[in-house]
């Protein structure tokens, strides 16, 4: 099952809460998350400003509909399942929840305890409530990464524990990784969807991702990867399809001989920095996700930025196994900016 687009170089942004909190009014308090009017009403909210501001290049389509959406779909913020497993979460007017490190010591974790946190009884009975409303509910929520997770729960430590005691920290690992598991699964089987709110580039795809964030793995070598979490992968991959990998790090191309023998990497969201070619030769069918620099993207000029995105995606090539995608960009991005973003993709499809 390799996903397909139903048009060639689709197109996504994400902005920083600090972009909504300017221009929409949004407040990221516990509220937004989990109250069910503030769900539905600031969802809808950031869809009409999108269609305000960016309608002309197909945003904001579903500014008329009150949607129970369950989580957060035009944020980048993965922090519910590191408060299910322990970590204090805080939270802020324009930023996204900041996820405390719990700095556990032991190489094990209760299984059952995350299912029974407040942290999820809050989220079960938001979705009910939006159930018992709308009748369906809708969306998902950013399940993180394996990696990921262990780093919020032990900080650093957990890269000594690879070293020092490499099947302790696999096993360690796995059993993350079955809560997660169990988490996702927990999600697809209320909504159907799973990963929306990792990258809203799956969206175009015609069929639900499942995608796995990897943003902590630029700190590990391709040798601890390939021992230690790329047989999670590699069986999740087995398991549920379309499946991905979401890597924000600059170097993912470290990584892709690795990559190259998952079963089915059918998608890779792939950082600013990394060699768009030399992944593209690891992997021929798998649909890239072309990231770009946020932090960076209103420095270029208008030239610097068409050559970026046209180099980008010449290298990947196949257009419909193509997409950019710009996540994060704060409150300084200018309106052009955006705009100019599809406007260059818009001229690489013709071209």
Same mark, same amino acid.
């Given at each position: 099952?390799?996903?397909?687009?139903?048009?060639? #170089? +689709?197109?996504?942004? @994400?902005? &920083? +809460?600090? %972009? %909504?909190? =300017?221009?929409?009014?949004? /407040?990221?308090?516990e509220d937004f998350f989990y109250d069910p009017r503030r769900r539905v009403a600031d969802e809808q909210r950031m869809e009409r400003t999108l269609y305000d501001r960016f309608g002309d290049c197909g945003l904001g389509g &579903? *500014?008329?509909?009150?949607? $129970?959406?369950?989580? @957060? /779909? &035009? !944020?980048?913020?993965?922090? !519910? #399942?590191s408060e299910m497993l322990g970590c204090r979460v805080e939270y802020a007017a324009d930023a996204a929840p900041q996820v405390i490190c719990a700095h556990r010591e032991e190489l094990a974790i209760d299984e059952e305890a995350p299912f029974r946190s407040e942290p999820f009884r809050r989220l079960q009975r938001l979705i009910e409530a939006l159930k018992a409303k709308y009748g369906y509910v809708?969306?998902?929520?950013? %399940?993180?990464? /394996?990696?990921?997770?262990?780093?919020d729960l032990k900080g650093e430590a957990v890269l000594m524990d690879m070293m020092i005691d490499p099947e302790g920290t696999r096993a360690y690992f796995e059993a993350i990784g079955r809560v997660v598991e169990r988490f996702f *699964?927990?999600?697809r089987s209320e909504t159907g969807t799973t990963s929306i709110s990792v990258n809203r580039i799956v969206r175009h795809l015609d069929a639900p991702l499942f995608l796995h964030s990897e943003c902590s793995h630029t700190m590990i070598s391709e040798q601890d990867y390939e021992a230690l979490l790329l047989p999670i992968d590699c069986r999740w991959s087995e398991?549920?399809? $379309?499946?991905?990998? &979401?890597y924000c790090g600059r170097d993912p191309h470290r990584h892709a001989a690795q990559f190259a023998r998952i079963p089915h990497l059918d998608f890779l969201d792939l950082g600013w920095g990394g060699d768009v070619a030399a992944l593209r030769a690891a #992997?021929?069918?798998?649909?890239?996700?072309? =990231?770009?620099?946020p932090v960076e993207i209103?420095?270029?000029?208008?030239?610097? #930025?068409? =050559?970026?995105?046209?180099?980008?995606v010449a290298a990947s090539g196949d257009l419909l196994r193509t997409g950019i995608c710009c996540i994060n960009m704060?409150?300084? @991005?200018?309106?052009?900016? /955006?705009?100019? !973003?599809? *406007?260059?993709?818009?001229?690489l499809r013709k071209r």
């Open positions: 099952m390799k996903p397909c687009c139903s048009h060639p #170089l +689709p197109v996504e942004v @994400v902005f &920083h +809460p600090s %972009w %909504w909190n =300017r221009h929409a009014g949004i /407040v990221f308090d &579903h *500014r008329d509909e009150a949607r $129970p959406e369950i989580g @957060v /779909v &035009h !944020l980048a913020a993965g922090y !519910l #399942l809708t969306g998902d929520i950013n %399940w993180g990464g /394996v990696l990921n997770l262990a780093i *699964r927990y999600i398991l549920y399809r $379309p499946y991905g990998i &979401h #992997l021929p069918e798998t649909f890239f996700s072309l =990231r770009l620099n209103e420095s270029y000029t208008s030239d610097e #930025l068409y =050559r970026i995105i046209a180099e980008r704060d409150a300084g @991005v200018s309106d052009g900016r /955006v705009r100019e !973003l599809f *406007r260059i993709a818009e001229e």
